[in-house]
């Protein structure tokens, strides 16, 4: 039996890498699988990403890959340079020459911020690789061999263990197939869903001669709902880890809820929002009484619902990046190159709003300049945006479910209850507005709440199809040229900005490309999307 089991969880990973190309190495770590528990620990190693950044990793002797930079954890980062919270900083010299991590990633990730046809390329035009298609599908891989063999490992433990890992496995596949879906394909349309091409699904553990296509857009969104579902069933009645880097039953709602307001299933949507607002383990932070200096995010705040842990951006901001994501840390250095929260973000905030200082700090640089900081520590309590789930999202979720519904006064109701844990009770603002106006004001606040965890980009596409209250923008992303005056000295000015137009006229940027390896390994069975357009440099205003 030992041997069987083995065999068909090599042969399944295996099987990706040989007849799609998706991934270029097998997992090492599956050939000791007997009993439930060896499944959990292949969970851990295989299907979740490691828990912790390799900060002594040099991120200049390897690729950018679209992603964390490390050895440790490699993933997308794409979605968190094309929106509107964010803007580069740039001061001093020229710094990336001199190995800065923070100038190097501005460098690296260049051709992403601009939205070009190539975001695979430096400044220079060399390209580097995008490992996370082939990193989520490894671990996707992973999952279908776990759930396969939950029929086939010893019967010990099985009542205790299996829906634990069952629920996991599925959260997890279903997260990964939300990731890709989002980032290669359009996104979910009621009304064309059916007929655009998503990514390809590949759910079963066995060995299929043939390569793989993509799957629509409404078939990819079938399985992540069947997942979620599922996971939701096998989590309810598990019993918490005392921290939340493992998938929970409010997580699974939460990401659930999350799910169907993509899809404009309203009422799902609350149902599942509801489920995780009234489990009793969590609750809102309170940012009346929560000191400013101390990090907002963190595996013991009350409403962290799920994370994974390390990141890049940590990884980064470790190394005193000035990046305007949720991880960083105040020591000052003397130059920088990099990225900051955008004037357009922090313009949205009331003075009276509590996140404003709690989420952000002025630039030792530029006092002028603000960069979040929703961790201030770096240490064993730290989450990482990548996959976080907390529960302000639930609220959200439902009060935007509730809105299109028509509900307004449960929205407005439900909407409350998280502004009072980010004002002061004399300063909550007065909720008034009704029809698109109080949906609008919903999508606001998810902006200022969730920012810089990974949820802007994604939720600017779906604003963009969404059939009762679309909303589209257009982005400018200013360019900078670095001044040389010495081979010490010189200062960056503003030469120009790239402009990414509101989504009906821009459909392809809003899309990252297939990466090609994939394509060709597939020899055209795997469908590239269409073509970005060159975006040229234009003047300032």
């Known amino acids: 039996m030992r041997t069987k089991i083995i065999y068909i969880i090599l042969v399944a990973i295996s099987s990706l890498t040989a007849c799609s190309g998706f991934l270029e190495e097998n997992s090492q770590n599956m050939a000791y699988v007997e009993t439930i528990d060896d499944l959990d620990e292949l969970l851990v190693g295989e299907v979740y990403f490691k828990k912790d950044v390799n900060y002594g990793f040099d991120p200049k002797s390897a690729p950018l890959q679209l992603g964390w930079a490390s050895t440790a954890s490699s993933r997308f980062i794409s979605h968190f340079l094309m929106d509107d919270d964010?803007?580069?900083?740039?001061?001093?010299?020229?710094?990336?020459?001199?190995?800065?991590?923070?100038?190097?990633?501005?460098?690296?990730?260049?051709?992403?911020?601009?939205?070009?046809?190539?975001?695979?390329?430096d400044h220079e035009g060399v390209p580097y690789k995008v490992s996370s298609w082939t990193d989520y599908y490894k671990r996707i891989a992973a999952a279908n061999s776990i759930l396969f063999q939950l029929n086939e490992v010893s019967t010990e433990k099985k009542d205790t263990l299996a829906p634990r890992v069952e629920g996991e496995a599925r959260f997890l596949r279903a997260a990964y197939y939300f990731m890709l879906v989002n980032t290669y394909a359009q996104p979910y349309n009621k009304e064309t869903a059916a007929t655009e091409p998503g990514v390809p699904l590949k759910t079963s553990e066995t060995v299929e001669d043939r390569f793989f296509a993509r799957n629509s857009v409404a078939e990819?969104?079938?399985q992540i709902v069947n997942d979620l579902e599922r996971a939701v069933v096998c989590l309810k009645e598990v019993a918490l880890f005392p921290r939340p880097v493992r998938a929970n039953y409010a997580a699974a709602a939460t990401l659930l809820s999350r799910v169907y307001l993509y899809m404009e299933e309203y009422d799902k949507a609350i149902t599942y929002a509801d489920e995780a607002i009234k489990h009793p383990a969590f609750s809102l932070l309170d940012l009346n009484t929560h000191p400013k200096d101390k990090s907002f995010c963190s595996l013991s705040s009350p409403e962290t619902l799920f994370s994974q842990r390390g990141t890049f951006m940590a990884y980064i901001h470790a190394n005193d990046s000035l990046q305007g994501g949720s991880f960083a840390r105040p020591t000052a250095i003397q130059t920088s190159n990099g990225y900051t929260t955008s004037e357009n973000l922090l313009a949205s905030y009331d003075?009276?709003?509590?996140?404003?200082?709690?989420?952000?700090?002025?630039?030792?640089?530029?006092?002028?300049?603000?960069?979040?900081?929703?961790?201030?520590?770096?240490?064993?309590?730290?989450?990482?945006?990548?996959?976080v789930i907390r529960l302000?999202?639930?609220?959200?979720?439902?009060?935007?479910?509730?809105?299109?519904?028509?509900?307004?006064?449960?929205?407005?109701?439900?909407?409350?209850?998280?502004?009072?844990?980010?004002?002061?009770?004399?300063?909550?603002?007065e909720l008034t507005e009704s029809g698109a106006a109080l949906v609008?004001?919903?999508?606001?606040?998810?902006?200022?709440e969730l920012c810089y965890e990974g949820h802007r980009w994604f939720d600017l596409r779906r604003y963009a199809?969404?059939?009762?209250?679309?909303?589209?923008?257009?982005i400018e992303h200013k360019a900078y040229k670095y001044i040389k005056i010495s081979d010490t000295e010189g200062n960056f000015r503003e030469?120009?900005?790239?402009?990414?137009?509101?989504?009906?006229?821009?459909?392809?940027a809003y899309v990252m490309p297939l990466p090609d390896y994939a394509v060709l390994f597939n020899e055209g069975v795997l469908e590239q999307n269409p073509a970005r357009p060159e975006r040229s440099l234009l003047p300032l205003d």
Request: neutral net charge; aromatic residues 12%.
């Open 495 to 508: 030469i120009g900005k790239y402009v990414l137009k509101p989504y009906p006229e821009d459909k392809a």
């Open 392 to 429: 302000a999202e639930a609220y959200l979720n439902k009060a935007e479910a509730q809105a299109a519904l028509g509900q307004d006064g449960e929205a407005r109701s439900t909407l409350r209850i998280l502004l009072e844990k980010r004002y002061a009770p004399t300063d909550i603002p």
């Open 220 to 222: 990819v969104y079938k």
């Open 351 to 387: 003075d009276t709003d509590l996140r404003k200082e709690v989420f952000f700090v002025p630039h030792h640089i530029d006092k002028s300049t603000f960069r979040c900081l929703k961790v201030r520590e770096l240490n064993d309590d730290v989450v990482g945006e990548d996959h």
């Open 440 to 448: 609008n004001y919903i999508r606001e606040e998810r902006r200022r």
């Open 86 to 121: 964010i803007e580069e900083l740039v001061a001093g010299i020229e710094h990336y020459t001199l190995g800065s991590t923070e100038a190097w990633i501005r460098y690296s990730a260049a051709a992403t911020f601009y939205w070009q046809p190539n975001p695979y390329k």
């Open 465 to 474: 199809v969404n059939s009762k209250f679309p909303f589209t923008k257009a």
